[in-house]
């Protein structure tokens, strides 16, 4: 009863906390809604740590991609944890609702094999996925990504409560996630959609959509995590390249898609991910080391993210590795007072993505996650899509995402959050890029 009222206690602090945050932030100016900044350096074609320039797309592929992933690794992410053995331990269908395009809710709880048992309950990381499809037989393209608050927040108006028990691990949520603030008020913050997409929205365009919590993994507290990523982090590497948070969720997110491949029901040439804020960070990251997604939302996902860190526009190293030391390896927070020092900047990530499609959304008013930044970003990844003959970043206007080719931007008015329209650019975006298979169902268009 006590560990309750604490508890509830302790929610309503951290929802007060965000709520003052959530005010404070509305006084922020817009940014220009013409660019400013530098191009991103180094150039990503250009001599790289004393290697030669890119001469070819063969050459990009077999030579500077490694060294890329190499180099993310050791500067920024930490070491990615080998692949491993998914097993699923259950699955249940959940009830769906009658009326409308949702097919199927079910909650599939897989295991992950380590080498040597780690701090979770029962030794190996355990992750509840809801997979939401739409009606018909499939196989559908699938969206898949993590939530902030978890699948308990999935399904915040469903009329039958009882029949969407939806989580199995006993991993702590964010404090602010347990119920301190009213789903309104995050979603008057934050926005409509900031802990539960429109899946309804997304099965009509004929995707399924995959969801889970990253704190089933990396518990997103700063200490609390490390035991979790001294168990994820491959042997022999050094301490202060340890595997990161941001790389054990991108890892997690590809294990998913290990699951999501051999189910009948999915496509297994038409995954894609997306991800808000941190979890924008880790599907970007999770894209580059997986070359299984086809396409890339990354929401407001900021400093690690899309955005340039080289200039310190926006949320400087210093500040993010204060804060969220558990994100990266120890070595990222070296380099904050030595700009000098890195090697890389997040354009090479964005290219690491080539030719597949990328959308970076960024809100006009969230100067931490740096708009421009990312735009410059996409500009700076550019001439690796024209290695493979593809338009690469098509776009001048920082508010009309390009109609033509594989990178598009948009910069919407507003805060950091997730909103509806947010949802609608991402859907238009892969409606565009991703061809899909013909529609199985009578039922279901693929158009909006
Ligand atoms: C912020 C952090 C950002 C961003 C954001 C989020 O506090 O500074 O890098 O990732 O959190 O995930 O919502």
């Not at 199985?440 to 158009?447: C, E, V």
Request: charged share 15%.
């Amino acid at each position: 009863m006590r560990r309750t009222l604490l508890a509830i206690m302790l929610g309503l602090v951290a929802g007060l906390g965000t709520v003052l945050g959530g005010c404070a932030l509305t006084r922020l100016p817009n940014v220009p809604l013409t660019l400013t900044g530098s191009p991103a350096t180094p150039p990503i074609l250009g001599p790289l740590d004393g290697t030669a320039a890119v001469a070819s797309r063969a050459d990009w592929e077999s030579r500077r991609v490694p060294r890329l992933k190499t180099l993310f690794q050791s500067q920024i992410y930490g070491a990615m944890p080998a692949p491993a053995r998914v097993d699923i331990l259950s699955r249940v269908v959940l009830q769906a609702p009658a009326k409308g395009p949702i097919g199927t809710i079910e909650r599939i709880t897989l295991a992950v094999s380590l080498d040597r048992p780690g701090p979770w309950p029962g030794g190996r990381p355990v992750v509840d996925m809801i997979l939401i499809t739409p009606k018909g037989k499939g196989p559908f393209p699938i969206i898949a990504g993590g939530t902030f608050c978890g699948n308990d927040a999935l399904f915040p108006k469903t009329p039958e409560p009882q029949t969407l028990k939806v989580r199995t691990t006993n991993m702590p949520l964010p404090p602010e996630c347990g119920g301190g603030l009213p789903a309104f008020m995050v979603e008057a913050i934050f926005g409509k959609n900031a802990n539960s997409p429109p899946w309804e929205a997304i099965a009509r365009h004929g995707y399924a959509l995959a969801s889970w919590h990253p704190g089933d993994v990396v518990p997103d507290v700063p200490g609390i995590a490390e035991p979790y990523l001294a168990a994820l982090t491959p042997d022999g590497t050094p301490p202060d390249q340890r595997t990161g948070a941001i790389a054990a969720w991108a890892w997690t997110l590809s294990r998913m898609l290990d699951v999501l491949a051999a189910d009948p029901r999915i496509d297994p040439e038409h995954m894609l991910l997306w991800g808000h804020s941190r979890h924008g960070k880790a599907a970007l990251l999770a894209a580059a080391f997986d070359p299984r997604p086809v396409a890339v939302w990354a929401l407001q996902s900021g400093t690690g993210g899309a955005s340039l860190d080289r200039d310190e526009v926006g949320e400087p190293i210093g500040a993010i590795t204060a804060s969220f030391p558990h994100w990266f390896a120890p070595v990222y927070a070296t380099t904050a007072a030595r700009p000098d020092a890195r090697l890389l900047d997040q354009h090479q990530l964005i290219g690491l993505l080539a030719p597949r499609s990328v959308l970076v959304g960024t809100g006009r008013r969230d100067q931490w996650g740096d708009p421009h930044g990312s735009f410059r970003a996409l500009m700076g990844a550019d001439p690796v899509y024209r290695l493979y003959g593809l338009p690469g970043f098509a776009q001048t206007s920082l508010t009309k995402p390009a109609e033509v080719g594989p990178l598009a931007f948009y910069m919407r008015p507003g805060l950091h959050g997730i909103h509806s329209q947010d949802w609608a650019q991402a859907l238009a975006f892969f409606d565009r890029t991703v061809p899909k298979l013909p529609p199985t169902a009578p039922n279901i268009s693929l158009k909006p």
